[in-house]
């Protein structure tokens, strides 16, 4: 059933979080190939969100698996190539397709300026913008991965993880200070995968139902409130990403039940998210994006 926070109108089909064959950690699927697949699924709009380039001084204050930095993102080299391909889709395509062109930005704490250069320096290519969380800061200040491996999560994030609740609210507080940040933001942006953090949630064994969820415990509503009153403020949308879904230990989408019917309750729109990294995933569980 549609509800009135769905984005766009009933006869739009829109995936809003896909990546490209530039993309370092995806298959290397082309990406017309993939446009081709969701014009046969009836997509009518298809936003192409690349992992934007990392601020140049972030390796310093990185201190997870190099190989986790090194495939996170698109290279400042490759940015202007990245458009002209992303440009190149949507006239080729534009019969068919609305083709949207944009990036998914990671927020790092203390990187705001950087942040927001990219912003400027990109504003008049970026018509769709996914705000993500990927990194955190451990207590001593240095950043992790926090979906790259569930090694990197236990060399990282060690401390927290004794006290899930404290890894979880450090993880919604890097989001809402995300939330908040200024710069040249496009009109049409939503906060990316907003529970990434529960990735690994069926590894670590935290219980799903009751009092004993990490996820659920009153802090964590309380900054997802903070959350999504914000983004209603900017009139910033959700990522309803089904990657989840599919990940081994996640079997969930992103976001769970309760934050999805905290977004509703406050009209911040819910926008559907393959964030396909290869031909099989586009289009993967749209189904519940209608059932929702
Ligand atoms: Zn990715
Ligand atoms: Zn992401």
Redesign the pocket.
């Given at each position: 059933m549609m509800t009135s926070n769905k984005m766009m109108c009933l006869a739009s089909k829109w995936d809003g979080h896909t990546?490209t064959e530039l993309?370092p950690?995806?298959s290397g699927d082309k990406t017309a190939t993939m446009i081709e697949k969701a014009i046969d699924l009836g997509f009518t709009d298809y936003s192409l969100t690349e992992?934007a380039p990392l601020p140049k001084t972030f390796l310093s204050s990185y201190a997870g698996d190099r190989e986790g930095y090194e495939t996170a993102s698109l290279t400042w080299e490759q940015v202007e190539a990245y458009l002209a391909l992303a440009q190149d889709l949507q006239r080729a395509y534009k019969k068919q397709i609305h083709i949207h062109i944009g990036f998914?930005l990671d927020y790092l704490a203390g990187f705001e300026s950087d942040r927001q250069d990219f912003l400027k320096r990109f504003a008049s290519h970026i018509e769709d913008l996914i705000v993500s969380v990927h990194f955190l800061p451990d207590e001593k200040g240095q950043f992790w991965c926090l979906d790259y491996s569930i090694e990197e999560c236990q060399k990282g994030f060690a401390s927290y993880l004794a006290m899930p609740n404290r890894l979880i609210a450090a993880y919604y507080q890097a989001v809402y200070e995300a939330v908040q940040m200024k710069g040249s933001f496009p009109k049409s942006c939503r906060l990316g995968h907003l529970d990434l953090i529960k990735k690994y949630q069926d590894y670590w064994q935290w219980p799903r139902l009751g009092a004993m969820n990490p996820l659920e415990s009153k802090e964590a509503h309380s900054l997802i409130g903070k959350i999504l009153d914000k983004a209603k403020e900017r009139q910033w949308g959700l990522d309803l990403n089904m990657a989840g879904l599919y990940k081994p230990y996640c079997n969930d989408s992103y976001p769970s039940a309760y934050i999805l019917q905290e977004a509703r309750k406050r009209g911040v729109p819910l926008v559907y998210g393959s964030?396909a990294?290869s031909l099989g995933n586009v289009g993967h569980a749209y189904y519940m994006y209608e059932r929702i």
């Open positions: 990546h993309c950690h995806g992992h998914e964030d990294h």
